[in-house]
């Protein structure tokens, strides 16, 4: 199916990346960054009409990320996400 022989789960993986010049993050510093990565202050919903959903998380940095589900029977309503900065962090 491949070209080439493809393993995913082979024990020379660390030796072949660091050979390579490769860095690999210790599980404990992927997780950290990960966690930081996936933070989030809160995040909040409010039903505008009963068809219609907004959502807005706010995230540490200051940044913001909120989703729409508009009514359809709103003249000019659209779907969508928007992203943006709350206050500087």
Known sequence: MFPVQTD?????F???MQTAG??????ADAITHLQKQFAIWGSWATAIT????RVITCMPD???????????LVAGGV??????MLCPA
């Open 8 to 12: 995913f789960f082979f024990p020379e």
């Open 79 to 84: 779907d969508g996400m928007e992203r943006g």
């Open 50 to 53: 009963p068809s219609e959903l």
């Open 14 to 16: 660390d030796t072949e």
């Open 22 to 27: 490769i860095p690999i993050a210790s599980e």
């Open 62 to 72: 200051g940044t913001f990320i909120l989703a729409h589900d508009d009514d359809p």
